[in-house]
C-alpha cells in the first residue's frame, strides 16, 4: 500500500499552517512553545519547501510567528529536514522524532536538544490533527 501523500505543495502549506495556527492559539501549548523561544527551520525537500518559525514578538499575533521563506530576519537554533510523508506522520502522533533522527528520515542540525526538549508540549495537537486530517483530508490519514 503506497504511503499517503499531499496532493500538492499548495495542499501541504495548507495543512501547515493549519497545524501552526492551532499550535500557536492553543491556549496552553501556545504560550508554552513562545516561552521556550525556540527558532526552528524546516525545510521539507519533496515539496521545496522551507518554514522558518519563531516566538511571536510582543506586538504580534498569536503565540508563533511563522515563514515560509528562508530569507527571515532571524536565525535559527534548530534545523530540521524531512519528507512532507514524515512530517505527516509526526503530527499523527505515528513517527517518533529521536527514531527518525537515527534512522536519517530527519536530518537536523544546530540544537537538536532544545526541539527535542519542546516536542511533548505538540503532542495534544496529536488527536486535533488526526481528526482534522480525517475529516478534511482523508487521503493522509496514516
Known amino acids: ?33 513562545r516561552d521556550a523561544d525556540v527558532p526552528q527551520r524546516f525545510e521539507i525537500a519533496d515539496m521545496d519547501a522551507v518554514v522558518n518559525i519563531r516566538a511571536a ?46 534512522r536519517r528520515r530527519i536530518k537536523t542540525g544546530g540544537d537538536v536538544k532544545a526541539a527535542l526538549a519542546i516536542m511533548p508540549l505538540t503532542k495534544p495537537l496529536f488527536e486535533r490533527y488526526r481528526a482534522m486530517v480525517a475529516d478534511e483530508y482523508p487521503h493522509l490519514v496514516v
Request: charged fraction near 30%; charge should be negative; glycine fraction near 6%.
Open 1 to 33: 500500500m503506497a504511503a499517503p501523500q499531499f496532493a500538492s505543495e499548495d495542499e501541504f502549506r495548507e495543512v501547515m499552517d493549519r497545524v501552526f495556527t492551532m499550535m500557536s492559539e492553543d491556549p496552553d501549548m501556545g504560550p508554552k512553545l
Open 57 to 102: 514578538l510582543p506586538g504580534e499575533d498569536g503565540n508563533l510567528h511563522w515563514e515560509w521563506t528562508d530569507d527571515v530576519a532571524w536565525e535559527p537554533r534548530v534545523r530540521m529536514e524531512m519528507s512532507s510523508e514524515t512530517a505527516n506522520k509526526y503530527f499523527q502522533g505515528k513517527e517518533n522524532v529521536a527514531m527518525a533522527i537515527a
